[in-house]
């Protein structure tokens, strides 16, 4: 389902959700967004759909190295919008929070994930392997690495961005990673890949819903 084409007869809220959203946005000279980085993240992936979606020509992110500051952003007003994967394994304390409110669900696929190496190296024998990975896709890893007899240690990291970072500078052997990052960071595939199709949420401020009516 499109953003730009909502369905008229859905019995819930998702039209007075996408209204409200779309009365939100007119309202805003500059519309800015927060999600997670850095920049080859999935998160950075759906803000840039979120706002092509909503053919928001005057619209920007911002990339935080955690979704708690990216949360920060919002409340303290430097950002108009949240938007959070719900893999997300804290984003319970968002949706609790006094301070924000749930305005707008959408179904994004993510990038490729996979497995991924330095290119041109030789990975270490005799001992177990280290790969960096954000919390959310570690339940891939013996998927990915199926056709591989890799004994392994996990190293959590906050980003799919991040674990590609350590990869780059040789903190680790593996990351689990996107293909969005993989091509920013110059690592490279070693395992099959596949995409993750994700519900994201977006958040704005409790104060902000004096301003619309849905």
Same mark, same amino acid.
């Given at each position: 389902m499109d953003l730009t084409d909502p369905v008229i007869d859905v019995p819930f809220t998702w039209n007075a959700q996408y209204r409200a959203l779309k009365k939100l946005i007119t309202k805003k000279a500059l519309v800015n967004v927060a999600t997670l $980085? #850095?920049? $080859? %993240?999935s998160s950075e992936a759906a803000a840039k759909h979120f706002l092509s979606e909503l053919n928001c020509k005057n619209g920007q992110y911002k990339l935080y190295p955690t979704y708690e500051e990216a949360f920060e952003g919002l409340i303290s007003? &430097?950002? !108009? +919008?949240l938007i959070v994967a719900n893999a997300y394994e804290r984003i319970d304390r968002i949706y609790m929070s006094q301070e924000s409110h749930l305005l707008f669900p959408f179904v994004y696929e993510t990038p490729l994930y996979g497995i991924a190496k330095r290119s041109g190296e030789n990975l270490p024998e005799n001992q177990p392997l280290k790969i960096a %990975?954000?919390?959310? #896709? /570690?339940?891939?890893?013996?998927? +990915?690495?199926?056709? +591989?007899? *890799? &004994? *392994? !240690? /996990?190293?959590f990291v906050k980003s799919t961005s991040e674990a590609a970072m350590k990869l780059r500078d040789g903190e680790v052997d593996l990351c689990v990673t996107t293909e969005n990052a993989v091509k920013k960071y110059g690592v490279k595939f070693i395992t099959k890949t596949r995409p993750i199709l994700m519900l994201w949420s977006v958040f704005i401020r409790q104060e902000d819903l004096n301003s619309i009516n849905y």
């Open positions: $980085g #850095p920049s $080859g %993240t007003g &430097k950002s !108009d +919008f %990975t954000h919390h959310a #896709p /570690v339940s891939l890893i013996p998927w +990915f690495l199926t056709d +591989f007899n *890799y &004994k *392994y !240690d /996990v190293l």
